[in-house]
């Protein structure tokens, strides 16, 4: 919401526009003091972009153990993500009751432990940017479709062991997230690009469940899942 203003009248009937006249230009949903987050639409797609104030890739951010839930409930309508969604440490859930869509800098990331993801599209299916993260430290990741999921990264890695990228994690007593991927009636597939050295998923457990097929495009090996 861009700034505006209206004419205050004051004592002598003429009128000004000083501050308290005025609203400040507002942009994306934030909370503080652990203050919780849920947007839904009922009768239309969410799209969530990142707004100019401040101008920081960011359209939800939840403070400290804030939960968020964004949600679209009609029949046929989508949940678009096309900047990050974030949390200190609370947990995120994404429904659409058709698609869910994760675009240009669209990421989803819980900052700190216990905060976990779950990502669903009722009657359609998850499609994530090539280079877009899913990420938590360390809990546990969910994505569940009706059709297909195309994955980009997802990872439940703690954030200590992903500065160097280790395929294994570092610490017994401090064990990555597990993660679950299910494509009901379609297929899960791949957004990266298929070379070695490429990953989609970093994870203690995985569990991937699909109708089709896993890993597939084009009847060629596309996911090297870690």
Do not use: H
Request: aromatic share 2%; glycine share 10%; charged share 20%.
């Amino acid at each position: 919401v861009a700034s505006f203003s209206v004419n205050r009248v004051i004592a002598d009937a003429t009128t000004n526009t000083d501050t308290t006249a005025t609203v400040a230009t507002l942009s994306d949903v934030v909370s503080a003091g652990d203050g919780n987050l849920i947007i839904q639409t009922t009768a239309g797609t969410l799209t969530l972009n990142d707004g100019t104030a401040a101008d920081d890739d960011t359209a939800v951010s939840a403070n400290g153990s804030g939960n968020i839930r964004l949600a679209a409930l009609a029949s046929g309508t989508d949940v678009l993500v096309n900047a990050q969604i974030l949390s200190g440490t609370g947990n995120i859930t994404i429904s659409g009751r058709r698609d869910v869509t994760f675009a240009s800098t669209g990421n989803v990331i819980v900052a700190g432990t216990p905060g976990t993801i779950f990502v669903e599209a009722v009657d359609g299916t998850i499609d994530q940017g090539s280079t877009l993260t899913l990420r938590t430290d360390g809990a546990n990741i969910i994505l569940a479709a009706k059709v297909d999921v195309k994955l980009g990264v997802v990872d439940a890695r703690r954030n200590s062991d992903r500065p160097a990228a280790l395929l294994l994690q570092s610490d017994g007593t401090t064990p990555w997230g597990d993660v679950g991927v299910t494509a009901v009636t379609g297929s899960i597939l791949d957004n990266k690009a298929r070379v070695d050295t490429e990953r989609n998923v970093w994870a203690r457990k995985l569990r991937l469940e699909a109708k089709t097929n896993i890993g597939l495009v084009d009847l060629t090996v596309a996911l090297p899942l870690l």
